[in-house]
């Protein structure tokens, strides 16, 4: 199993950016997949999850109406839109697989700066 999570980068405030996690080694349509970060001195935050068909959605509160999670089950690929960004969504942003309501494999982060 391997997540390759890439597009991060730095933006100013009120930017965008969008981050996507290439999976390979399993069948991707069939998991659940989610967007987690973490920030400096913080403990990881889910932000994101989306269900095998893409049908459910959820979002932590903080990012509702900013963040557009989507797959696409033809690429292997999930992706995290990130609008309206905020200082404090400067994180580490990590896709991770679930299984049972729980992540059994991450990726390796990729580090989302917001700032002017």
């Known amino acids: 199993v391997q997540l390759q999570a890439s597009g991060g980068g730095l933006v100013q405030p009120g930017g965008s950016l969008r981050v996507s996690c290439a999976a390979s080694?399993?069948?991707?349509?069939?998991?659940?997949m989610s967007w987690f970060r973490q920030a400096s001195g913080k403990e990881r935050e889910s932000v994101a999850r989306?269900?095998?068909?893409?049908?459910?959605?959820y979002y932590r509160d903080s990012v509702k109406g900013r963040f557009t999670i989507s797959r696409d089950n033809a690429k292997d690929t999930v992706y995290l839109q990130m609008n309206s960004l905020k200082p404090e969504d400067t994180a580490v942003y990590f896709c991770a697989r679930e299984f049972g309501g729980q992540v059994d494999y991450w990726g390796q982060g990729t580090q989302v700066t917001v700032s002017s």
């Open positions: 989306i269900s095998r068909s893409g049908g459910s959605i």
């Open positions: 080694g399993f069948t991707f349509s069939n998991y659940d």
